[in-house]
C-alpha cells in the first residue's frame, strides 16, 4: 500500500471512529433529555393528581355545605311552624283565661257586674295581687260610671265670673 493509501485509510478509521462518537454522544444526550422529559411529565402527572384531588374534595366541601344550608333552612321552618304553633297555644290559653275570669266574674257575688265595675272588697281593685288575666283599675283613669247617683262625683262649683247658661 502506498503511503497516501495508508493515510487514507487513517483519514477514513478516524473519521468512521469520530462519526461513532458523535452517534454515541448524541444518543446519550437523547437519552438523558427523554429521562429529563419523563421525570417531568411523572411530576405534571403527580400534580395534576393533586389538583384534581383538590377539586374532588372542594366538591365534597360545597355538596356537604349546601346540605347544611338546606337543613338549616327545614330547621327554621320546624322552628317557624314550632312558634306559630306555640303563640296560637298561648292566645288560646289566655282567651281561655279571660272566659274563665269572666265566668267568675258572673258567678262571683262580690262582683258587681250591674254597672261594669267591681265591689269594694275585691282584691283586683285593692291594689293586692290579681287574679291573672282579670281587668284591673288604672289608679289615673276617671271612675267608672254607675248606677248609684249618690256614688257619682259632685262636679265642681260654678264660676261666679262664669257667664249664666241659657
Do not use: C
Amino acid at each position: 500500500m502506498s503511503p497516501a493509501a495508508t493515510t487514507a485509510l487513517i483519514v477514513v478509521i478516524v473519521l468512521v471512529v469520530i462519526i461513532l462518537a458523535v452517534i454515541l454522544v448524541m444518543i446519550g444526550t437523547r437519552r438523558r433529555r427523554d429521562a429529563a422529559h419523563r421525570e417531568k411529565a411523572a411530576q405534571l402527572r403527580d400534580a395534576s393528581r393533586d389538583a384534581q384531588l383538590t377539586a374532588q374534595q372542594h366538591e365534597v366541601d360545597a355538596t356537604r355545605a349546601e346540605a347544611a344550608a338546606k337543613q338549616a333552612e327545614i330547621d327554621a321552618a320546624r322552628m317557624r311552624e314550632q312558634a306559630t304553633e306555640r303563640r296560637s297555644a298561648s292566645e288560646e290559653a289566655q282567651a281561655e283565661a279571660a272566659r274563665q275570669n269572666e265566668r267568675a266574674a258572673r258567678i262571683d257575688p262580690d262582683v258587681d257586674t250591674r254597672a261594669g265595675r267591681r265591689a269594694a272588697n275585691d282584691p283586683a281593685t285593692q291594689g293586692g295581687a290579681s287574679t291573672p288575666g282579670a281587668p284591673t283599675r288604672d289608679p289615673g283613669a276617671a271612675p267608672a260610671p254607675t248606677a248609684d247617683p249618690a256614688a257619682r262625683p259632685v262636679p265642681p262649683p260654678a264660676d261666679p265670673d262664669a257667664a249664666p247658661h241659657n
